[in-house]
């Protein structure tokens, strides 16, 4: 195992961004140009929130509720062949709040390449994030999502100081397929974070990264055997290495066209900080369906997993995203996201082991083609009296947030 050094790791954070990037990029002009498709689709939203304990304390004489206004810009740039697809999506925010200590300048970059010949294909996707710890560090239901494994489980939930954190996150994977019937995967998944030093002592930087071999066997049209093996290195600023591995089995079953169920479980062995190890079961139950008014996605997910927190933990997670197209130009969804967090050390006090919950609603209204008006309620609530009879608490929050947004046609030039 190895020591970090905070001042000689803050350099390192970019560089697989650019070795990322430029990966994308050199590929990308390789690509052939046949039957190619050029697409730009910019966005701008506008809203008004408010939130009744934009800190999460426990405290109601700490309660602080704000309200203001949003702005946020994005436009994604994507091409797309019969081989070769990628995207870029840069996207800008800017929230301004009666109280100024809650101001918040964010900036967000994602990307997507994939590439597929006859036996084989690639992907490099990933981001980066730079935003409110208030925000990045509370997990939200995101109805959005529509792939289980982006779901993320890194926030802490310590929100109660205002500055920001950077996140990088890189997932490069390779699929080759061996037969019709069998095929062999490796993903790695690597982030790295950084915060202010205002929250030194209270959340650490650090990078995590996890490489998965994955062999998928089908026997039937609808039924495919999984088995992945993983190996993983948890690294904080100033401490030892932390390592583990594991293995998950199970199968994913096509129920029709529209609608998939995958179920894993397995082990992971993780080194301890204070010596030896731990074992942890882990485990993937997911439900997904796509028709065309209905999107659902379900999981039951217990992960070991890092944050900020400087400690990797067990974490059991319920997932639920749920939409509907009620009619031509309205749609409604629900979401709700909720995990229990149990800290892999020898302490007799964890005071990262608590309750979350979120329950969010959303109703849309699509005005004309490219005018839409769109209500957000955010109800969350956080406990943490699992650490001690003194030193516990409970914390709740609503959140209300009505967006104006503008998306205009998308502009298209086919090669």
């Not at 792939?147 to 926030?155: A, L």
């Not at 999984?226 to 994913?252: C, H, M, P, W």
């Amino acid at each position: 195992m190895t020591s970090r050094i905070q001042n000689e790791r803050r350099p390192q954070c970019y560089v697989p961004l650019v070795i990322s990037v430029a990966s994308v990029f050199g590929m990308f002009t390789m690509a052939p140009i046949q039957a190619a498709e050029w697409r730009i689709e910019p966005q701008l939203r506008a809203a008004g929130e408010i939130d009744d304990n934009a800190i999460l304390t426990s405290r109601s004489d700490e309660d602080v509720g704000i309200a203001g206004s949003v702005i946020d810009a994005s436009a994604k740039f994507a091409y797309a062949s019969p081989t070769t697809t990628f995207s870029i999506t840069p996207r800008l925010s800017s929230r301004n709040y009666d109280l100024d200590e809650f101001d918040e300048d964010e900036q967000f970059l994602n990307y997507d390449f994939g590439h597929k010949t006859q036996s084989s294909s690639f992907r490099i996707r990933g981001g980066y994030a730079r935003e409110s710890v208030r925000r990045a560090e509370r997990a939200d239901a995101d109805l959005d999502i529509e792939d289980p494994d982006d779901i993320p489980d890194d926030e802490s939930g310590r929100v109660r100081l205002q500055g920001i954190r950077e996140k990088l996150r890189v997932v490069p994977s390779w699929t080759y397929r061996a037969s019709e019937a069998s095929s062999i995967s490796i993903k790695m998944n690597y982030i790295d974070v950084q915060y202010d030093d205002v929250f030194a002592g209270l959340l650490n930087d650090y990078d995590d990264s996890r490489v998965e071999l994955s062999y998928r066997r089908t026997w039937s049209p609808r039924n495919t055997a999984i088995l992945t093996g993983t190996y993983r290195q948890y690294s904080v600023d100033g401490r030892d290495d932390v390592n583990s591995s594991g293995f998950k089995a199970g199968v994913e079953r096509r129920l029709s066209e529209t609608t998939r169920i995958r179920a894993l479980a397995g082990v992971e062995d993780t080194e301890l900080a204070a010596g030896g190890s731990e074992a942890k079961w882990v485990a993937d139950v997911s439900l997904t369906r796509r028709l065309q008014t209905i999107t659902m996605l379900a999981q039951y997910r217990r992960t070991v997993s890092g944050g900020g927190s400087g400690n990797l933990s067990s974490r059991d997670s319920i997932n639920l995203n749920f939409t509907r197209q009620l009619t031509e130009r309205i749609s409604a969804g629900i979401g709700v996201r909720a995990y229990q967090i149990d800290t892999l050390n020898d302490a007799d006090v964890n005071f990262d082991d608590r309750n979350y919950v979120q329950l969010r609603s959303q109703f849309r209204w699509n005005l004309t083609r490219t005018w839409s008006l769109e209500a957000n309620y955010r109800y969350t609530f956080s406990d943490r009296s699992r650490v001690g009879d003194n030193l516990g608490e409970s914390a709740n929050s609503n959140n209300v947030t009505i967006w104006l947004n503008y998306r205009p046609t998308p502009i298209i030039r086919s090669q």
